[in-house]
């Protein structure tokens, strides 16, 4: 039980476009998820908690308009990254909370490279 | 300022080796979580503890919540080259939150 999946795993666009990448959860439903991002061979960075129906709550620093969260229903979160410039490029991880255990499942990754 | 101290940050050993990776706070954790995670993938769930004192073994890996919730221990006996990658500890101050706080992690390698 509790799997998170993320689509795509890897994704190469130019500078200037943007990307959306997918965070479900398989077996259950998700109040709450997270978005993250990390760098090579350091911890993970929260980007975002994305709550269901409301919007998303980012933390310091992070630009809310650069990375827009939706999270539409129990099993899905997706976040955009727009306009994307190569300083944008890291390995982006979601996370979904399962039902006020605390406890995060994480997903797979996405390693984005903007070119 | 980083609320979860880990150490060591880097640790190589040889297969066969015991070690113990360290997570302390100055605050009280409502629960802790220990993850691992190989390159290119996302964190895997080892365990989790809630109650001061706690401790819980997984085979070899032996993991302590402090009694007063603000620090952790996760000690590997024998390790072996499968063991390594990255390990995570994060707290969670409970509530209505339900953010965790991540160390910044232990990169272990074990050497056969």
């Known amino acids: 039980g509790a799997v998170v999946s993320q689509h795509p795993s890897w994704v190469i666009c130019k500078s200037g476009t943007s990307v959306k990448i997918e965070c479900r959860s398989l077996d259950f439903q998700a109040t709450t998820m997270f978005w993250y991002r990390q760098f090579p061979k350091q911890s993970l960075m929260l980007m975002a908690t994305?709550?269901?129906?409301?919007?998303?709550?980012?933390e310091q620093g992070v630009e809310k308009d650069k990375f827009l969260i939706n999270h539409a229903s129990l099993t899905l979160s997706t976040l955009t990254v727009t306009s994307a410039h190569p300083e944008d490029s890291s390995f982006y991880i979601c996370s979904a909370e399962e039902g006020g255990t605390y406890e995060q499942y994480f997903g797979p990754g996405t390693r984005l490279t903007v070119t | 300022t980083q609320l979860l101290e880990q150490s060591p940050q880097f640790l190589s050993i040889q297969e066969g080796e015991n070690l113990t990776v360290y997570c302390n706070s100055s605050?009280?954790?409502?629960?802790l979580q220990w993850y691992r995670q190989e390159p290119g993938e996302g964190p895997v769930l080892l365990v989790t503890?809630?109650?001061?004192?706690e401790v819980k073994k997984l085979k070899r890996l032996t993991f302590q919540f402090g009694d007063a919730r603000k620090d952790s221990s996760l000690h590997i006996t024998a390790a072996q080259p499968g063991d390594t990658g990255l390990y995570l500890c994060a707290g969670n101050m409970g509530g209505s939150n339900y953010k965790l706080t991540f160390g910044k992690g232990t990169l272990l390698t074990v050497n056969p």
């Open positions: 605050s009280v954790f409502s629960s």
């Open positions: 503890v809630v109650t001061g004192g």
């Open positions: 994305s709550n269901e129906g409301s919007k998303a709550t980012y």
